[in-house]
């Protein structure tokens, strides 16, 4: 019996530590983000004691913030509305129609999944330079569609072949054409696929630095972590600030968390082939 | 009325004109802005291509001079396969630890579940910084955890330091994908019969006994798949890097990807073609990679959870 209470203490005691290792440096940002920079000075790891949320404001009215934020929402949404259609048009026609090349495009498709970014990007800068979408926000979006394209496909392509063929003899009886049986069968039927993809492909894009570091240098266009690199490199001692503005990066994510947190975790998962 | 034709299969009799109608913004979307530059980019590699657009061909050049006589190329390399190979271990043997912990029901399992995976989602600039502070040498968690502990000889700046830049990097890179193997192990975990793990219970076996003998074997699928994942996530490693080190110091944190964009986007040389080049071999050892690490395992099925 005393075997099994001190296990049990050490067990607990090891997951507290995990935990307090886990949240510590966030929960640290966030106290950090609502202290001044010499209130942190001065007691780096203190709660603070006035919470200013001004900072908040700060953040967003005296630097770039707000236009950085606005650009990443713009191009997330745009990205992952269009990924989400066009992928799931094309995951649709490889699932259930039969036509010569079908396993050729698909295999072609699934296999730039494990591609690294590195054979593209030096490639994608020089095209983009080429066709005037070279520091463009449509430019970047187009990218980001390109490059969740081939997971979104992969992953709605493997739940549409699942959707029973009942449902589609009934449509074909109904009389239903090509599109119609799309829009009232695959989709509906398929909508926690698509869900599942659209967060999946929202967190990607969302935290995305690499594609958007090569493609963008205007400071009106960054992205949110353009954004904090930039800021980081303007405000070096302004530790305070940073920390605000990582929480501005955060806080939207955090938020769709809270709210979807088994999908979204569901979603993450799905994506574990990438 | 439902002939066998339409038993037999899943396929909707269509024209060609609908296929057509749906795979094509797909396929330009692909052509466009994946096959394309993929091709241009082994084009690149057989020229030296300046700014200013002039062009030369220079034939396999660039490849002798990336595999010959490139040392920051070679540190590159041994850097990449090192956190490949290391980190891959941490993440998926943490992550099944917590995994079991949940499983065996501790209590405020979810809490623990949605916190563990938190960092999951934390943008990977925002872990980069956050981290930088914590290993900064005045103020930084680890260096005042160590002073706190009595041990003032071990602090350092632990990114400024070449013998520690990189192993600190690997665990503020494991930090964030801890959780994230935890909740496909315990997804694996949750299909399991209970049968075998309630027997186990019942013969009284150590909890280690239980973890070698009965679940590693019974998740070795699943914990192959996440340590292959885990291994070729971290051939690509890139944000982490710039943003905290960008390589330094003395190259002790340079990764291919790192090297291919100073070589291509910061150097003031600036050709393209030697970085394509190095971009075309890391692709090839990629490729290999997995091709090889899939073949090791014989996985068949997709990867699905």
Redesign the interface.
């Known amino acids: 019996m005393a075997r099994n209470w001190l296990g049990r203490a050490a ?2 005691s090891a ?1 507290v530590l ?2 307090v ?6 929960v ?2 966030a106290s950090m983000s609502l202290k001044t920079t010499p209130e942190i ?1 001065a007691a ?2 203190g709660l603070p004691r006035t919470l200013h949320w001004e900072k908040y404001i700060e953040a967003w009215t005296n630097s770039n913030y707000g236009v950085y934020f606005w650009n990443s929402v713009i191009v997330c949404a745009a990205a992952v509305v269009i990924v989400t ?3 799931a ?2 995951a ?8 010569r090349g079908r396993r050729f ?1 698909g295999a ?2 699934f296999s ?1 999944i ?14 983009m330079v080429e066709y005037n979408l070279y520091d463009s926000l449509t430019g970047l979006t ?2 980001y ?3 969740q ?2 997971l979104t ?1 992969y992953l709605l392509e ?1 739940f549409f ?1 699942r ?1 029973p ?1 009942v449902l ?2 009934a449509a ?2 109904d009389g239903y054409g ?2 119609e ?2 829009w009232k069968i695959t989709l509906p039927v398929g909508f926690p696929a698509i869900a599942t993809t659209i967060i999946l492909n929202f ?1 990607y894009l ?2 995305d ?2 594609y958007a ?2 493609l963008i240098s205007d400071d009106q266009k960054r992205t ?2 353009l954004g ?2 930039k800021f ?1 490199g303007d405000q070096m001692e302004d ?1 305070g600030m ?1 920390a605000t503005a ?1 929480m501005i ?2 806080i939207p ?2 938020v769709f ?1 809270a709210f979807f ?1 088994e999908r ?2 569901q979603g ?3 994506g ?3 | ?2 002939g066998k034709a ?2 037999s ?4 009799a ?3 004109l ?2 057509a ?3 094509a ?3 330009v ?2 052509i ?7 091709a ?2 082994f084009y ?1 590699s057989l020229f030296e291509i300046r700014p200013n657009g002039g062009e030369s061909f220079v034939g396999l050049r660039n490849f002798s001079e990336v595999l010959l006589s490139d040392n920051t190329f070679r540190r590159a390399v041994f850097n990449t396969l090192l956190w490949s190979a290391l980190e891959p271990f941490i993440d998926v043997g943490l992550g099944l630890l ?1 995994a079991l ?1 949940l499983y065996a029901k ?1 209590p405020f399992a979810r809490f ?1 579940r ?13 872990v980069a ?3 930088s ?2 290993y900064n040498f005045d ?1 930084g ?1 680890l260096n ?1 955890l160590l002073r706190a502990l009595g041990l003032e000889s071990w602090t350092r700046a632990w990114l400024g330091d070449p013998e520690t830049a990189l192993p600190a990097l690997i665990i503020a890179d494991s ?1 964030k994908w ?3 193997n935890m ?2 192990c315990l ?1 694996a975990l949750h299909s399991l019969p209970t049968e075998v793990l309630e027997a186990a219970e019942l013969d009284d076996c150590g909890w280690w006994a239980k973890l070698v003998h009965i679940v590693v074997p019974m998740l070795r699928t699943t914990l192959l ?2 340590l292959v ?1 885990a291994f ?2 971290r ?2 490693v ?2 982490l890097v ?2 905290t080190t960008r390589g330094g110091p003395l190259w002790s944190t340079e990764t ?2 790192t090297y ?2 100073k070589r ?2 910061e150097w003031r040389s600036f050709d ?1 073609g030697y ?2 080049a ?3 071999i ?2 090839l050892v ?2 290999a990679a ?1 091709i090889g690490l899939t073949a090791l395992l014989r996985q068949r099925e ?4």
Request: aromatic residues 18%; glycine residues 4%.
């Open positions: 067990l607990t997951l995990y935990t290792y886990a949240a510590g440096p966030f640290w940002v000075m780096p790891y259609i066009v992928g048009m094309a649709h026609a490889l699932a259930r129609y039969r036509f495009i072609a498709i730039t494990i591609f690294p970014p590195q054979i593209t990007i030096i490639a994608l800068f020089q095209i187009l990218v569609v390109a490059v394209l081939p496909v493997a072949a959707i063929e589609y003899e074909r009886i090509g599109l049986v799309f967190i969302w935290n630095f690499l570091v090569v949110l972590p904090i690199q980081m530790i940073i990582m990066a955060v994510v955090v968390y947190s979204l975790i993450m998962t799905a574990a082939v990438k | 009325m439902a339409f038993r299969g899943r396929w909707l269509g024209a060609r609908e296929i109608v749906f795979l913004p797909a396929l979307l692909f466009g802005f994946t096959a394309y530059p993929v241009r980019t690149n917590l912990a501790v623990f949605i916190v563990w995976f938190t960092p999951v989602l934390i943008a990977t600039v925002v910084i956050l981290w502070w914590i103020w968690a005042l930090w801890v959780g994230f909740v496909v997804a798949n996440l994942l070729i996530s051939m690509k890139f944000d710039w943003i291919a990807s291919i964009y291509a986007f393209l970085p394509s190095i971009a075309v890391w692709f990629v490729i997995v997709r990867l699905e959870f």
